[in-house]
């Protein structure tokens, strides 16, 4: 059984750090990434990683604040987030994507997905 296990969720100021940790077990993957739901919007791409290559894509609006890593020998992904902002706030999810067809930071590419964690960034 695949399962994506987030934490590292929680509230913090503007301007603060937070680091997310995703541990993945019964499979590896092509990529890990991060995506991130506000309430009443889409599932929006942040970050991910190639597990092999280790070449790392961003969203624009986290760019330079945010920093994916990996740890090969864990199975587990993190997501290291600093000057955090309001808009920021959001659930974020891990996912996993078993090959590597189609843009990174698409969706649709990943077949396995975290529970969610809450990020809730004060003014």
């Known amino acids: 059984q695949v399962q994506l296990l987030e934490s590292g969720g929680g509230l913090v100021q503007a301007g603060g750090s937070l680091r997310l940790s995703c541990a993945a077990s019964?499979?590896?993957?092509?990529?890990m990434g991060w995506f991130r739901q506000a309430p009443g919007k889409e599932r929006d791409f942040v970050a991910t990683v190639n597990w092999n290559s280790g070449r790392e894509v961003y969203a624009d609006s986290v760019k330079g604040r945010f920093t994916i890593a990996k740890d090969n020998a864990k199975n587990t992904v993190y997501l290291q987030m600093n000057s955090l902002r309001p808009e920021d706030t959001a659930v974020y999810f891990c996912?996993?994507?078993?090959?590597?067809?189609?843009?990174?930071?698409?969706?649709?590419?990943?077949?396995?997905w975290g529970q969610g964690t809450q990020v809730t960034v004060s003014s």
């Open positions: 996912a996993g994507r078993a090959m590597g067809l189609g843009p990174p930071h698409v969706r649709s590419t990943y077949d396995y």
């Open positions: 019964g499979r590896t993957f092509n990529a």
